[in-house]
C-alpha cells in the first residue's frame, strides 16, 4: 500500500524558481533587481550553493513576481502580522490583469530602479508612492488615464497628513483647496 504523503512530489524552491527564470525567459539580473539582491545571490540560490532563503521579505518578493502565493516554498513562516493589501494595489492588480500582463511583463514596463519597489507594493508591504511622477509613471504602464489613479494619490496623501497630525476634519477647507489644485494639475498634463 502507498502511502498518499510518499506520493506527493515536491519540487524543490531552487528548483522552482530556475524553472520559472527559464520559463519566462528573465534574466538573473533583471530577477535580482526586482527582489532587491544580488546577482551573485540569485546564481547561488539557484546552485543551491547556500539554502534557500527563509526570510519573509525575500521569499514574499520572489513569489510576488514569479506570481504564486509564498506558502509554496517549504521554507516560508507566515508572519505574525497579517498583510493589509490597499485599494490602490488591488486597483493595479486589477488593471494588470485587464490589460493580460504577466507580473514579469508589468515589472519590465517600470524603470529599473523601480521595479523593487513595485515588487514591494503588489505584495502589500508599501503603499503607493506620494511622488505624482512616479503615481504617473504607473498609470502609464496600465495605459489607463492619470485621473483614474488620481483618488488614490489623494487618499495616500490624506493619510499621510493625518498621520502627521493634520487635522483633516478642522482643515477641510484648505485641504479641498489643494486638492483642487492638484486636480486642476492632473488634468492639464493628460
Known sequence: MVNKKDSIVTVKSSE????????????????AQMIGVTLSYVYNLIDEAIPFSTRSTTIERIATVMDISPEEFAEYK??????????????????QKENNLSTVQFLKSFPRKQ???????????RPIPLDWEEVSVIAQVLGI????????????????LQSSGFNIENNQGMLNAIFSC???YVQTKL
Open 115 to 125: 521595479r523593487l519597489e513595485m515588487v514591494d507594493i503588489l505584495r502589500g508591504a
Open 145 to 160: 488615464d492619470k485621473e483614474e489613479i488620481y483618488e488614490f494619490w489623494e487618499a495616500r496623501l490624506k493619510q499621510l
Open 78 to 95: 507566515i508572519p505574525q502580522d497579517p498583510v493589509l493589501i490597499d485599494e490602490a494595489t488591488e486597483f493595479i492588480r486589477s488593471k
Open 16 to 31: 522552482m524558481l530556475y524553472n520559472f527564470l527559464e520559463k519566462n525567459n528573465l534574466h538573473k539580473k533583471d530577477f
Open 182 to 184: 492638484c486636480r486642476n
